[in-house]
């Protein structure tokens, strides 16, 4: 089975600086989806960031962007400049591309932002 | 477009009483999912389905917990008799098609959250 794993419950970062969260996952897959999540305290899960497996070149999104890591297994976010609009629960998640595609999820960094 | 409504956003019940949870996924999206989020926890899918079939409840507990997707548009589900460890909240969750349209990415509703007392 797949498992997503987040070591850092918490992380914490000044205003305009810059932070990194970790994930590694776990899987017998060659293709999959890797993909970042925040949830603010709305509770409503939006994507920030999607990585195909496939791809090498790491996916970036404005602000945000990924050090994705195959053989490793690790996928981790970098956020540039942040912002305190940044402060949220962020989830690491994994998808297959074959076969039944639930997204698995890690269990979630939550991110303080001090102004 | 509008996104993944659902309801009722809180509810309060005692314990052994039945609760429903009702889901209306993004306009054309095929698939629907049921995740629950323990505080403090990642959410954990408990039903999958694609239209109106379900394509995973492996981590369903069957002897309390129900879903269904009529028509293959809403969904409801539901939770008779709730214990203690239910309370969460409840995430629904769709996508354009199996696996979502050269994306992956799934769309979320903003929770209902079930406290058991």
């Known amino acids: 089975a797949q498992t997503v794993t987040q070591s850092q419950p918490e992380m914490s970062v000044q205003e305009a600086e810059t932070v990194t969260l970790s994930c590694t996952y776990d899987?017998?897959?060659?293709?999959?989806?890797l993909f970042w999540y925040k949830q603010p305290p709305s509770r409503q899960m939006i994507l920030v960031i999607r990585?195909?497996?496939?791809?090498?070149q790491n996916a970036t999104e404005n602000r945000f962007s990924v050090n994705f890591q195959k053989a490793a297994k690790s996928f981790s976010l970098k956020i540039s400049d942040s912002q305190l609009g940044d402060a949220a629960m962020y989830f690491c998640?994994?998808?297959?591309?074959?076969?039944?595609?639930?997204?698995?999820f890690g269990q979630g960094t939550r991110l303080t932002i001090n102004p | 477009e509008a996104g993944v409504a659902q309801s009722p956003r809180y509810k309060i019940i005692e314990k052994r009483q039945s609760v429903a949870f009702w889901c209306n996924p993004i306009s054309g999206h095929a698939t629907l999912y049921w995740y629950q989020q323990i505080l403090g926890q990642g959410p954990k899918l408990l039903i999958q389905f694609q239209n109106n079939g379900v394509v995973d409840d492996s981590q369903l507990p069957k002897d309390r917990f129900s879903a269904e997707r009529l028509k293959g548009v809403d969904s409801t589900l539901k939770i008779q008799p709730a214990k203690l460890e239910d309370s969460a909240v409840y995430l629904c969750?769709?996508?354009?098609?199996?696996?979502?349209?050269?994306?992956?990415?799934?769309?979320f509703g903003e929770g209902s959250r079930l406290t058991v007392l």
């Open positions: 998640a994994y998808k297959r591309i074959q076969g039944a595609q639930k997204l698995v």
């Open positions: 899987t017998s897959e060659s293709d999959y989806y």
């Open positions: 990585q195909e497996a496939y791809k090498q």
């Open positions: 969750a769709s996508s354009l098609r199996f696996g979502g349209v050269n994306t992956g990415e799934l769309f």
